[in-house]
């Protein structure tokens, strides 16, 4: 029996109310199995209040990656002093040096930009 897309069935509301909910469930289970499949997507809550309050973008990516700054100094090739003047006293850093931390630290040059 061939099928139309148009054709219509009936049933009671209550099932159909359980379908919609169902679906909702499904759609909040795919979002959060995909936020924690790309972990590199978000800072958790207290970082964000920290960001908020200021903090340098580098520390908080380095500290929610598990790194001190010797660690990061080593994996990217960026002097641990010059990680600690971006993160402790504002500076900048050039695009080179953010690159290579944002590669390090799984994120967009961006992400560590205020």
């Not at 010797?70 to 050039?94: T, W, Y």
Request: aromatic residues 4%.
């Amino acid at each position: 029996m061939d099928r139309q897309m148009n054709e219509i069935i009936t049933i009671p509301v209550e099932h159909y109310q359980r379908l919609v909910l169902a679906s909702q469930d499904l759609e909040d289970l795919q979002a959060v199995e995909a936020y924690f499949s790309k972990p590199c997507d978000g800072l958790a809550s207290v970082y964000v209040k920290r960001m908020i309050d200021g903090e340098s973008l580098l520390k908080l990516w380095r500290e929610s990656r598990g790194h001190s700054q010797v660690q990061l100094a080593a994996l990217s090739g960026v002097n641990r002093v010059q990680i600690g003047d971006i993160e402790d006293r504002g500076k900048v850093g050039s695009v080179e040096t953010l690159k290579k931390l944002a590669d390090v630290l799984n994120l967009r040059v961006d992400d560590l930009i205020k």
